[in-house]
DNA sequence: TTGTATGCGTTATCAC
DNA sequence: GTGATAACGCATACAA
């Protein structure tokens, strides 16, 4: 029937074994400089006690925070969830923790960022959202933070830091080599936001590739949509009602691949019988969809980790890391069974030629 | 060409607003104490200054931290995230800052907790993990941190605190109930994993309310899954394999249902209209898959902000509501077009019974 | 209503 | 290799 026992503190623990604090407080940061009897004597006070240190007491000392701010843009999205999954992984191995904020939390989320950057609560940022306000960005350089961003999958060409990604030309050109040689001409692109890098990046790199192979894409084809099952849904409602329907269409995200199959399947129309379809991601339902969904698998693992070491570079000064460079993490080709020829090849299947990549 | 400006800290606002150092924190966490004008002068010094409090040495003077420990099991499932985002959004609201780990990172998670716990460095606690190791519950009551964690969606009847959660025996019964409505008796259950709360309400739920239907369920009905689309896939295989097939199936989540009917579909065998499939959760995908997943919704952004709302309510003091109480989160029924009739009946539609809730 | 003075628990700088 | 002690930046009890 008492009140709560006060946490021991450094002072409790160098009482208890005999020592002074500052002894106590390198047995902790510095073990290897103690002579190994105090350091022995030291942590089994440690145990005694239960003492452990109070990060409070000791960020405000040493100026650190010992924790990173992770931004991502839309916390619900299974494709951002899982980096953040990968990212929280390696930094809670670095002894860091990770502080999330959704980034598209209605217009809060400037105040928070800037927050955190400048009061100290934080030592670096991930964000995962390509979109850096002006206010940002000068609220990075007034606190000389410069160098504890990371950008990962998305980016800003405004903010040189460096930037953790997928090569997002290569994995368009994948999917539309990929259905060029199966016999597509007439392709469709289901576009991610305007506004977003990825969406802009994917966009462009298809024309170049079209373009590439001497394709005629109508300008119809170019379906704008904004990554989501909703959009999905809408590109599919256009192209079954276009009079010169593609062969092929290519979704700038899984989810809107999957809605736009779905639709077509409702409306009667067959994947990839009638109509091939790639998508872009490979989420974890793509390989459990009816068809299978071919699709551009990006290493979400590798993305969320490699931009946790970048910025645990970054943070123990390695300066040959610095700059706005770019680290490509791995993508691929997933062929599974939303592609095939187009149906008027497929009564000569002598001339579905081999990829002329 | 300098070094950063260093931040400046309370002492040069005071300086700049010519008033004490008590003055500008007081402007800053009683504002109504101070008489108008001086609170004006400190702002405006505020602004000029560009001072932010250091929130490290807020926190070691006040003894509390502004953040909270999340603890979500897999980070990369949507359920889950999508679930962390609205935690997020209250809590930012409120002023705290939230601290995430995925307590699935191999044994790494008890060390967390305990840290986070003993060091000060979180304020209270919220998972939606309901395996609470022995290690962890004796962690909270040294630290007296009882009153400062809140199950959400998963719980654990070992650790006495507040629960909010959905009413997965009615979310099954409304399942059932639907199921025996539309005329099915023969009802197979893919549940979720037997070390899982939620796994095994919702089995024992689904037995007691077939019984209450006077169904005859056999035992090989009753299928062990873990919520994964790979375990939808092996139920359909066992089921499809069986001699006596039930009419209908009802899943302990939307990935085991929309797998198991993809299975179906690859496998020849059409949903609803040779076997009817009900799912739990209401995923983003279950309105979008073809066809369209019938299913018992949770609601997730409910879930989360009654959790948040429930930890703030403790950590300012409101006693009434303590101890190990339960909050239900709304549930439904969302009917689409997985379930129909079983074909037995189908023929004479008029033996198509209404709800015999 | 405002100012003065102290301490929160650590780590870093000196001595020894 | 170890100990004494002064910050770190803020909030609050107490005094005015």
Chains 1, 2 share one sequence.
Request: glycine fraction near 6%; charge should be neutral.
């Amino acid at each position: 029937m008492r009140m709560q026992k006060a946490q021991p503190k450094i002072k409790d623990v160098a009482h208890a074994a005999g020592v002074s604090t500052a002894t106590v407080s390198r047995a902790l940061t510095q073990p290897e400089r103690l002579s190994e009897a105090t350091r022995e004597k030291v942590f089994e006070a440690i145990q005694a006690t239960g003492y452990r240190v109070n990060r409070a007491a000791r960020n405000l000392r040493t100026r650190r925070a010992g924790a990173i701010l992770v931004l991502v843009p839309n916390l619900g999205n299974p494709f951002f969830s899982h980096i953040l999954s990968s990212i929280n992984e390696v930094l809670a191995a670095n002894g860091y923790s990770v502080l999330v904020f959704d980034s598209q939390q209605h217009g809060a989320s400037e105040q928070v960022v800037s927050d955190c950057l400048l009061n100290g609560s934080v030592d670096g940022l991930i964000t995962l959202d390509g979109r850096v306000s002006d206010v940002t960005r000068q609220t990075l350089k007034n606190a000389n933070m410069m160098r504890q961003v990371v950008f990962c999958c998305e980016w800003s060409d405004h903010l040189p830091v460096p930037s953790i990604r997928s090569d997002n030309a290569l994995g368009t050109q994948m999917a539309v080599d990929h259905l060029v040689a199966l016999g597509h001409r007439a392709i469709a692109h289901v576009t991610g936001p305007a506004e977003n890098i990825l969406g802009r990046v994917r966009k462009d790199a298809f024309s170049a590739c079209c373009a590439a192979h001497g394709l005629d894409i109508l300008p119809d084809w170019i379906i704008p949509g904004d990554f989501s099952l909703a959009a999905g849904v809408a590109a599919a409602d256009r192209i079954l009602a276009m009079g010169t329907r593609p062969t092929a269409v290519f979704c700038a995200s899984d989810a809107m691949a999957l809605s736009f199959i779905s639709r077509c399947q409702q409306r009667g129309v067959s994947v990839p019988h009638d109509i091939s379809v790639v998508g872009f991601d490979d989420i974890d339902l793509a390989a459990f969809s009816q068809p299978a969904l071919t699709t551009i698998r990006q290493d979400r693992p590798g993305l969320g980790r490699l931009a946790a070491e970048e910025l645990l570079a970054h943070l123990h000064g390695d300066q040959k890391s610095d700059g706005p460079h770019v680290i490509y993490a791995p993508i691929s080709l997933i062929e599974r069974s939303t592609t095939s020829a187009p149906a008027a090849l497929r009564a000569e299947p002598g001339r579905v030629a081999k990829p002329a990549i």
